[in-house]
């Protein structure tokens, strides 16, 4: 019997359905990316997050210590390069593409677990990362599109956001979920803001739609799903919390075809699936193979 009466179930409840959030965003950016710049983007979202985030949470400013300010900038660092790999790279990649590769982080976010905190893989991890290079590879066969540097740009955004997911396991623990949480938003802001002024001709086409996508990635995929991933994330492991997040492709391939008419086509779709497969192979080791020694570590 499935019971959510633990933090842990109640945290991965909510990363689960938080993900449905985040696998919508890749249709709905790269639409609005039509009307806005990228930096410009980036820069609008978070600071109209910001203010949404103090007006709900006005102390959160105000009861900011050293250390959650520390703390924060170094996750709100990690954050804007992490999306500005992304919304760049989406300008010349496909949304499910991006979602796709985006999903890698789960691999990542181990790599990280074995760098910083001296945690080293399973058998079903090894295994795991196999099947994610080759589906990466299918997804992107020359005969495609071809691995393009919308591609590699976001394939750098999942390197930085496994280690994101590391550091919010450990910073999460140490300070409070709202000045964490507003950190990022305001480090993203100003580094949208400068970016926009010194590193692009800045594009702004406001109209209804435009504003409407603004607003949802603001409200929904900033504001909400960046606050409730800060303040539960701590209660479950970085690992599990990566696995579940690995279900955002699945979430933004379907979308992708049903809202822009995207397709991957076959081999596409196979390659999608391995990576899939493969980032959830690398998370069950422990019930397919039997191995519960990943965490042992020294000092």
Known sequence: MVT???????AELVLFCITFIWGST?????ELLSSISPFAYIGLRFSLAAVLFVAIFPRSVS???KAAALHGAVLGGLLFAGFVLQTVGLQYTTASKSAFITGMLVVFTLLWQVALERRFPRLGTVLGVGLVTVGLYLLTLPAGSGFNVGDAMT??????????IVMLDIYGKRSDATHLTILQFLVSAVGGGLAAMFLEDVVVEWSAPMALRLAYLAVFATVIALYLQTKYQKDTTPARSAVIFSLEPVVAAVLAYV?????????GAIGGGLIVAGLLLSELSDQLFGDRNEAAHSG
């Not at 959510?4 to 109640?10: D, V």
């Not at 890749?26 to 790269?30: E, G, P």
């Not at 394939?155 to 994101?164: D, I, Q, R, V």
């Open 63 to 65: 009861t900011l210590t």
């Open 155 to 164: 394939l750098g955004c999942a390197f930085l956001f496994g280690l994101y």
């Open 26 to 30: 890749f249709v709905v950016t790269k």
């Open 259 to 267: 809202v822009a008419g995207e397709r991957i086509g076959v081999v």
């Open 4 to 10: 959510f009466a633990t933090p842990r179930a109640r």
